[in-house]
């Protein structure tokens, strides 16, 4: 078990069933709709799953977030620790500010929606500190990315080429994670979310 984040297809986004998120959805829509914005409709997805292709994304939560949160809290501001750090789905929309919604999730009680841009551009900044390597796996699927960190390669490549992203593997992984799954969000159009 434990804590993934996965991408929502636009099958689960509209469910109504325990599994799905149609009450976060509908509840999304009529958020948006009292500040005069469009609702957000998630791209159907396209062909079959191919390993590789950067079509889904899903990846574990294994490491201490601790490092992250004292990254996060060296070098921006608190706002921005909030919407990086407390979402709870992200949305592939930009979002002048968090949308806090009264749904309970997997592990809150609240659901917290950050638009995926503004999750980016943060998690940019943050791979700038760390100097975030070019190897980071970029089209992640089922758990590229997390075993990419923890299986290995990154300590090989750490040894190889030490860095600011070498000096806590844990810390830089929640900094590829948050940029790869904002990324993968914008790209396909889907959200993504704590499971």
Not at 96 to 118: K, N, R
Request: one cysteine or more; glycine letters at 8%; proline letters at 6%.
């Amino acid at each position: 078990m434990g804590v993934y984040l996965v991408s929502i297809s636009a099958e689960e986004w509209f469910g109504g069933d325990e599994d799905g998120w149609g009450e976060t959805s509908a509840a999304l829509n009529a958020e948006l709709a009292k500040r005069g914005t469009a609702p957000y409709e998630p791209v159907p997805e396209g062909a079959d799953f191919v390993r590789g292709s950067g079509q889904s994304f899903e990846e574990k939560l294994i490491p201490s977030m601790d490092g992250f949160t004292a990254l996060c809290e060296a070098h921006l501001e608190r706002e921005e620790i909030e919407t990086v750090c407390g979402w709870t789905v992200m949305v592939p929309i930009s979002l002048e500010e968090d949308i806090w919604l009264p749904v309970s999730s997997s592990y809150t009680d609240e659901t917290m929606v950050a638009g995926a841009p503004q999750v980016l551009g943060i998690a940019e900044r943050l791979a700038a500190v760390v100097e975030l390597p070019a190897e980071v796996p970029e089209m992640c699927d089922n758990l590229d990315l997390t075993m990419w960190f923890m299986g290995g390669a990154a300590k090989e490549l750490a040894a190889a080429r030490p860095g600011p992203w070498a000096e806590d593997l844990d810390s830089t992984f929640y900094v590829a994670l948050h940029l790869r799954a904002a990324q993968h969000s914008l790209r396909r159009g889907c959200p993504i979310a704590f499971s």
